[in-house]
């Protein structure tokens, strides 16, 4: 069964900071790995996504992922915080092979700080 | 362009009440349809998935039932609400399968049952 894990659901980083977002992902057909973040009361927009092909993937608003197979990990990372990145970031993995379907981790809220 | 509409925004329901949510999608057809829960601790649940008229995908037992009488239209619904269905639903449309076209959210229902 697919499934996806974040490790920490809060994590706290000071505004110029590195961002690190943690995500393992149990998948029993390739696996395709997205990266989505919520905004306070609205829905999810699509960060970045990892199919095929470059294991480093860039997104949105300076965040990036790679995917690293022998870890099972597909950690979302950002060089330097700003305010405006506080969010909740969710990972999220295909459902089935005819992909049809996201399976979304739990989430982890990040708080920037001044 | 596309747009997803959801409504209500907030409910608050007595337990043992009926339940209808209603989502539709403008601008695209033969969308993809999903309901997910997100709910305290539990992260983003999926609970339904349509990828036609008539065709829903369960992939959670649950007080819950979904439907989608018009291929833009998709409805949850439940005939007697428990505490436990209280949570933050969202629905979300793709115009083809996770592999290459990214979720799109609505801003999502805050259903308190009480």
């Known amino acids: 069964a697919q499934s996806v894990t974040q490790l920490g659901s809060h994590v706290s980083v000071s505004e110029g900071a590195l961002v690190l977002l943690r995500c393992n992902y149990s998948?029993?057909?390739?696996?395709?790995l997205f990266w989505y973040v919520q905004y306070p009361n609205q829905g999810l927009q699509l960060l970045l996504k990892y199919t095929t092909g470059a294991t480093l993937v860039k997104g949105i608003n300076g965040f990036e992922a790679e995917f690293k197979k022998s870890e099972t990990s597909f950690h979302l990372t950002k060089p330097s915080a700003h305010m405006s990145d506080a969010a909740e970031y969710f990972c999220a993995v295909i459902l089935n092979q005819a992909g049809t379907a996201l399976i979304f981790g739990k989430g982890t809220t990040l708080s920037v700080s001044s | 362009s596309q747009t997803i509409h959801q409504w209500p925004a907030t409910l608050v329901q007595p337990v043992g009440s009926p339940l209808s949510l209603e989502c539709t999608v403008e601008?695209?057809?033969?969308?993809?349809l999903y309901w997910y829960r997100q709910a305290a601790g539990r992260g983003l649940q999926l609970l339904f998935y349509?990828?036609?008229?008539?065709?829903i995908s369960s992939e959670v037992p649950q007080n819950l039932s979904a439907s989608r009488p018009q291929d833009r239209q998709f409805i949850l619904s439940s005939k007697k609400l428990l505490l436990s269905d209280s949570g933050f639903y969202l629905c979300a449309w793709s115009p083809g399968t996770a592999y290459n076209s990214p979720l799109h959210f609505g801003n999502g229902t805050r259903l308190t049952v009480t």
């Open positions: 349509s990828v036609g008229i008539g065709q």
């Open positions: 998948s029993s057909v390739p696996p395709y």
């Open positions: 601008g695209t057809s033969n969308p993809n």
